[in-house]
């Protein structure tokens, strides 16, 4: 794989540009993203998501959790503003036979997944793909309470796609568990401690109880139950750690204040107490999810 970091920087404000954000985007998708599995499952599983299921995903990332509705008969539509190049790979994995002209379209021929697959930048205007009836679940798989302000974004972006869903439709929401659940979270410290406050930089926070349900309520939604769910981050070595945490953006503003050097450096201090004897990575967690309803 591709280095996911430039190691020369000439300043703290050119280490933010040097970044390569295909690479960091690359590492997300082979690296980080499988540690969330589990809680797509559980969900999907108690949602029974199947070939009546029209989903909208949500900061889809590259798109592994559209793939796996997918190949449960779903029908599903993947937004994500904010990373082109974790948009790009989720093409790759959905519409790997349509044209880069065509990329939001409903294009190839093989797999469901194919057909069934819509990917965008922006919110569509309608359910188009869905058969026009609106979608049926609405998630944000993307987990909240690692970010300060993180929930006040995710508010946002309901507001806009609410309007999509049918009346009765599911919507998720996901979390970090409780801290001391979280065997990450004492890594996560590290961005915390090298960011610079004085920018007022988007550092990680620890988790509250009520994050979900505080979305949930600006939203309008009502809640219908919610679970947690055991998603250990577990990685063949050191380097594969440190490359699939860099991959979250959780230690960008911790790269801007110092350089990513640093952060690698520390970073890896930080995960020291988490290798085995066989120098693996292994740090159990907990996500919530909350499942509200649209009125």
Not at 84 to 91: F, H, S
Not at 210 to 215: A, F, G, I, R, Y
């Amino acid at each position: 794989m591709t280095p996911t970091l430039v190691r020369q920087h000439t300043s703290h404000a050119d280490s933010a540009a040097r970044v390569d954000p295909s690479a960091r985007a690359r590492d997300w998708s082979e690296i980080q993203e499988r540690m969330l599995v589990p809680l797509y499952e559980a969900v999907y599983d108690r949602l029974d998501v199947g070939p009546a299921t029209r989903l909208l995903g949500l900061r889809c990332g590259s798109g592994l959790a559209l793939l796996m509705a997918a190949s449960r008969g779903a029908a599903v539509t993947g937004v994500d503003s904010a990373s082109p190049e974790r948009l790009a790979l989720a093409r790759e994995r959905l519409l790997p036979d349509t044209p880069p002209g065509r990329a939001g379209s409903r294009g190839g021929s093989g797999t469901r997944a194919r057909t069934t697959a819509r990917l965008v930048a922006d919110l569509p205007a309608d359910a188009a793909g869905t058969d026009h009836a609106g979608y049926t679940l609405v998630t944000a798989f993307e987990p909240i309470g690692g970010l300060a302000g993180d929930s006040e974004g995710l508010g946002e972006l309901l507001a806009d796609a609410l309007p999509l869903a049918g009346s009765g439709a599911a919507v998720v929401l996901a979390g970090w568990g409780p801290p001391e659940r979280c065997a990450t979270s004492s890594v996560l410290r590290v961005a915390t401690k090298l960011a610079d406050p004085v920018c007022g930089a988007r550092t990680w926070r620890p988790s509250r109880r009520d994050d979900l349900e505080e979305v949930a309520a600006r939203a309008g939604l009502k809640p219908d139950g919610s679970g947690r769910v055991a998603c250990p981050f577990g990685y063949a070595g050191l380097d594969s750690a440190v490359r699939g945490l860099l991959s979250t953006g959780l230690f960008d503003a911790a790269i801007t204040a110092t350089d990513a050097k640093q952060v690698d450096k520390e970073l890896a201090e930080a995960l020291h107490p988490h290798r085995r004897p066989d120098g693996t990575v292994w740090m159990p967690n907990v996500f919530r999810y909350l499942i509200a309803r649209v009125p």
